[in-house]
Antibody, heavy 115, light 112 residues
Framework: EVQLVESGGGLVQPGRSLKLSCLASGFTFSNYGMNWIRQAPGKGLEWVASISSSSSYIYYADTVKGRFTISRDNAKNTLYLQMTSLRSEDTALYYC????????WGQGVMVTVSS | DVVMTQTPVSLSVAIGQPASISCKSSQSLVGTSGKTYLNWLLQRPGQSPKRLIYLVSKLDSGIPDRFSGSGSETDFTLKISRVEADDLGVYYCLQGTHFPYTFGAGTKLELK
């Protein structure tokens, strides 16, 4: 069974950092480009960042560029999102996902940025 | 950035009736490989998004053939031939050709 399980979310103060993880199982993780997608409460979906299968190519949304870092460890089947200088507008449910080839989505992890 | 204009914002449909959602992109979604990475997703209430269609018209495994996708370049359509209760939720188009990847704003499908 294919699974993507996100973890590491929570309540954090503005300006602080948080690191999300996404553990993959049930498919060959190292073959797929991966993404972080977020959804603010009651809003639509927003692409955050992408990383190619071998980490050769990395892209970010302008809203997070310079503050977030996407990475992966194929030996551990894990995708990461290091988030720094967090803002209230980063409050959202964060999904890890692959969708251009195979389609795999996690259940999401909530990040709340508030003082 | 590629803007994905999705219409309508909401759709009220009776069970058994057809439904159609449009998605227009601000530039061609044909990539350098010649492929068009246009996806359709359904997010049911309280659930993660689920891909229904990829590469414009290819149906994902397990998705009933009541769903179909069509279009090219900048103009795309998702059609449901006969709506069922399980189809309710928010539909999104997603372009995966050009970075930054972008979503349509969503279409909420409700029962009439």
């Amino acid at each position: 069974e294919v699974q993507l399980v996100e973890s590491g979310g929570g309540l954090v103060q503005p300006g602080r950092s948080l690191k999300l993880s996404c553990l993959a199982s049930g498919f060959t993780f190292s073959n797929y480009g991966m993404n972080w997608i977020r959804q603010a409460p009651g809003k639509g979906l927003e692409w955050v960042a992408s990383i190619s299968s071998s980490s050769s190519y990395i892209y970010y949304a302008d809203t997070v560029k310079g503050r977030f870092t996407i990475s992966r460890d194929n030996a551990k089947n894990t995708l990461y999102l290091q988030m720094t200088s967090l803002r209230s507008e980063d409050t959202a449910l964060y999904y890890c996902a692959s969708f251009n080839y195979g389609s795999y989505w996690g259940q999401g992890v909530m990040v709340t940025v508030s003082s | 950035d590629v803007v994905m204009t999705q219409t309508p914002v909401s759709l009220s449909v009776a069970i058994g009736q057809p439904a159609s959602i449009s998605c227009k992109s601000s530039q061609s979604l044909v990539g350098t490989s010649g492929k068009t990475y246009l996806n359709w997703l359904l997010q049911r209430p309280g659930q993660s998004p689920k891909r229904l269609i990829y590469l414009v018209s290819k149906l994902d495994s397990g998705i009933p053939d009541r769903f179909s996708g069509s279009g090219s370049e900048t103009d795309f359509t998702l059609k449901i031939s006969r709506v069922e209760a399980d189809d309710l939720g928010v539909y999104y188009c997603l372009q995966g050709t050009h970075f930054p990847y972008t979503f349509g704003a969503g279409t909420k499908l409700e029962l009439k």
